[in-house]
């Protein structure tokens, strides 16, 4: 590959692409479709909706003048499946298998979109607004995820036309690799995989280290629950971590590259290893790069689910073909890391920042974000929120924007209470930390962390203590037992926690459970112990009055908690004898048009009065 073929691939998908860009040429089609077939969406049918458009073409023989293409995440997944219309960039949401007949023959054959099945944010009178226009987009900024939702992931074609591995000819042509180090170190870049080190000192160790032989590594070990930003790069953008990779190991002098990725995620294994065949086939990977003489191999290593291989150290045993355990530190990866060779390690976000720094430059990088955190951010929104899905935003975008803005605030009209960031080892942000600025430092001053982007919002249903003891279950079950203060000591700290939830709690174990948390906080061996009990000094400092209610009042506020939970019929009751007949244990007794009762001693308190009840007069309490 040279440089000049390269744009000539450019050149002519760009032509192909016009109407998707906004500004068809004669040799571009009249419409583009593109279809969501991330995971999310195909697994809700959105793959079948594909295929019936396409029959749908075959059969007319349009196929010169509609093109109807796969695409990765477009991040809305609470409006998934989801079908975007070029050139206008219609917006159809929640699309069936049975609405592509009609999307078909009004709109790509009778140029009327279909109003009933466009966004309903998107339709402004007899207006129909772009896609991004609408609230879950318009106040975010891409550069992780530029191209996902908008090019075909499976076309290395059509990565070039979006500039794809212009940055790394730009490199291998134009810069030494101490050049490509100061760029990045100058964009400020800090690692997204969660504790924010500044990727091009990471970048500038490795190359300094004495080593015969170096060695790139991606980690792609997602494992927060609720997270699947890394997940979705892959899948609809896998050129951008491989492009990045190439360049990381000409900085740092490696020539052999490892993908750390769980197994849990086919769809991304078989992007990656699809891009990776193509990108060898096309002389971008391999030998002789660009005919540079620099050479750089790259391989897949399928990671077994476990959450503590998202430690470095753990990472590089796995691959080693150990059991993924920490090692001590130092040496730090840079000086010894895989098979104890200097070894750069960088997560999938990361790695998609660095085309776009060396094609626009640091100080472009740095406009963007604070002066201490540059760039964006991207947030896996989950929990009781409208909009769940994929954001990416600038650093300094605030949890309000993020909730209220883009996420569209608490379904049912319910209260916020708190937001969970960074995964099982963050902490819970009460509501009086909502307009601060979200940046790595922000975050862990108000008592979480940025971690790696799970961003789970909880409403007043919500149990504090119990939210504690879930992420606690979670560590437990993932500590590799290596150290004792992370394996006897979180397994204690849940013992407590799983009374405090029973009711059967007294205030010294408030004591105790704080002292743990401090223990394992500082004698665990690598960072899974380390921040393990963040979730519950968090909400043991924003949410001491739930504590308190639980042990001394033996009460759940939030009606979590089933041992310390009844339910009660109040004098709403119709007498109808629908919550008596459903009773798993026969436990309610009243006639009819008469107000019933529970018995509390035969409760088994499994809801199913409550939710058979057709006036509400069941509460929980």
Request: glycine share 10%; proline share 5%; charged share 20%.
């Amino acid at each position: 590959m040279t440089i000049e073929q390269l744009n000539q691939i450019q050149a002519r998908t760009l032509e192909a692409m016009s109407a998707r860009l906004g500004k068809r040429t004669p040799g571009g089609y009249k419409y583009e479709v593109m279809v969501c077939r991330d995971t999310g969406c195909s697994s809700n049918k959105g793959d079948k909706v594909m295929e019936r458009l396409q029959d749908l073409v075959r059969e007319r023989g349009l196929e010169h003048e509609i093109s109807i293409k796969r695409t990765g995440c477009f991040g809305f997944c609470a409006a998934g499946p989801i079908l975007v219309v070029y050139p206008e960039g219609t917006f159809y949401s929640r699309i069936k298998p049975e609405d592509a007949q009609r999307i078909f023959e009004e709109h790509l054959i009778g140029d009327a979109p279909v109003k009933d099945l466009i966004y309903p944010a998107n339709i402004l009178e007899d207006k129909f607004l772009p896609l991004h226009e609408a609230p879950f987009y318009k106040y975010q900024k891409k550069i992780v995820l530029r191209n996902t939702g908008l090019i075909n992931p499976e076309s290395l074609d059509e990565y070039i036309a979006m500039d794809g591995y212009q940055a790394l000819h730009k490199v291998l042509t134009a810069m030494t690799p101490e050049e490509v180090i100061e760029e990045v170190k100058k964009s400020g870049l800090r690692g997204r995989g969660g504790a924010g080190f500044p990727t091009g000192l990471k970048w500038q160790y490795t190359r300094e280290a004495v080593g015969d032989q170096k060695y790139v590594v991606c980690n792609a070990d997602e494992g927060d629950p609720g997270a699947f930003m890394d997940r979705s790069v892959l899948e609809g953008d896998p050129h951008s971590v491989i492009e990045a990779m190439i360049i990381n190991g000409y900085a740092v002098g490696a020539d052999q590259g490892y993908i750390y990725v769980r197994a849990e995620y086919p769809g991304a294994v078989h992007r990656l290893n699809e891009a990776i065949a193509n990108a060898k086939a096309y002389g971008l990977l391999g030998q002789n790069i660009f005919g540079t003489g620099f050479n750089f191999e790259l391989e897949l290593r399928l990671g077994a689910g476990a959450f503590v291989c998202g430690e470095g150290t753990a990472l590089v045993q796995s691959i080693e073909g150990h059991r993924g355990m920490p090692r001590v530190k130092p040496p730090r990866m840079a000086q010894a890391g895989l098979w104890l060779k200097p070894t750069v390690l960088n997560n999938v976000e990361t790695y998609a920042n660095i085309a776009p720094i060396i094609l626009k430059g640091a100080d472009w990088f740095r406009t963007i974000g604070t002066e201490k955190s540059p760039g964006t951010k991207v947030f896996a929104l989950g929990g009781n929120i409208n909009n769940v899905g994929l954001v990416e935003v600038p650093m300094g975008t605030t949890l309000r924007q993020i909730i209220y803005e883009i996420g569209g605030g608490i379904p049912n009209g319910r209260q916020f209470k708190a937001v969970q960031t960074g995964g099982p080892s963050g902490g819970c942000i009460t509501a009086a930390h909502l307009d601060t600025p979200i940046d790595f430092d922000n975050l862990t001053s108000i008592g979480s962390m940025m971690g790696s982007g799970g961003m789970i919002v909880m409403d007043d249903h919500t149990c504090m203590v119990d939210v504690s003891r879930f992420y606690m279950d979670f560590i437990v079950e993932e500590s590799c037992g290596k150290c004792t203060p992370c394996r006897e000591g979180t397994k204690r700290m849940l013992e407590i926690l799983e009374k405090i939830t029973e009711g059967k709690a007294v205030e010294e174990d408030l004591t105790t459970l704080h002292e743990l948390a401090e223990t394992v906080a500082h004698a665990s061996l690598c960072g899974l112990g380390e921040s393990a009990p963040n979730p519950v000094f968090s909400t043991m400092a924003n949410f001491a009055d739930e504590y308190h209610a639980h042990v001394v009042d033996k009460k759940c506020p939030a009606g979590v908690c089933t041992e310390l939970t009844t339910y009660f019929i109040t004098d709403q009751c119709i007498g109808c004898t629908k919550c008596a007949r459903n009773c798993p244990v026969s436990c309610i007794s009243g006639t009819v048009k008469q107000l019933h009762v529970i018995d509390q001693e035969a409760c088994i308190k499994c809801g199913t009065c409550a939710e058979v009840c057709p006036v509400g007069a069941v509460i929980r309490r």
